[in-house]
């Protein structure tokens, strides 16, 4: 079945096929939670809480887009929410280290030497969370620019910029270190 049937379904009541739905896009609907909030138990969280708002709001889902990218736009602005509450902002407990994971293409943590590692997260955690948040969506693979416009409230041409600005800032973190060529 597709989204839009399971959509339909639910509803009408039919709590299974939410269900289905649920399965379908937890981990993405983590994922991105993860991105915003580097702790794995607020992602969880809000993730959840995203799910709970959509099911309560599935009579407002217009189909505009589809599915996932509207529960993605819930899951982002209750992690925005969640971020800027100043009590959850300093018991943030998970390094810049699990969020950068995501935005590794794939590859292990391990895969780089410790020290560039360390590098890259202090270059990634040295950019602004508005180029940090779109790099972070756009490196996890999960996500095209259209599906993070729509999560960030942005436009394209926006995300495009913003990941391309967040890119040359790491490189010239890197760079500066010799770890890169600086072109």
Do not use: C
Not at 4 to 27: I, M
Not at 29 to 53: G, H, K, P
């Amino acid at each position: 079945m597709t989204d839009a049937e399971l959509v339909a379904l639910a509803r009408e009541g039919d709590s299974g096929a939410f269900d289905q739905l649920v399965s379908r896009h937890q981990a993405a609907a983590y994922r991105a939670a993860l991105a915003a909030l580097r702790s794995r138990e607020d992602a969880e969280e809000v993730a959840q809480d995203a799910f709970v708002r959509a099911w309560g709001h599935l009579h407002r889902f217009r189909g505009d887009s589809s599915f996932r990218t509207w529960l993605l736009a819930i899951v982002w602005n209750r992690a925005l929410s969640r971020r800027r509450s100043v009590v959850r902002w300093w018991k943030r407990s998970a390094p810049l280290e699990e969020a950068v994971a995501v935005a590794q293409d794939a590859r292990p943590p391990d895969a780089l030497p410790d020290e560039l590692r360390q590098q890259v997260v202090a270059a990634i955690g040295a950019l602004s969370p508005k180029l940090r948040d779109a790099l972070l969506l756009a490196q996890s693979g999960d996500y095209d620019y259209e599906s993070i416009g729509s999560m960030l409230g942005i436009p394209v041409g926006t995300v495009k910029w913003r990941v391309s600005e967040a890119r040359k800032k790491v490189r010239a973190h890197l760079a500066a270190l010799g770890y890169v060529d600086g072109r």
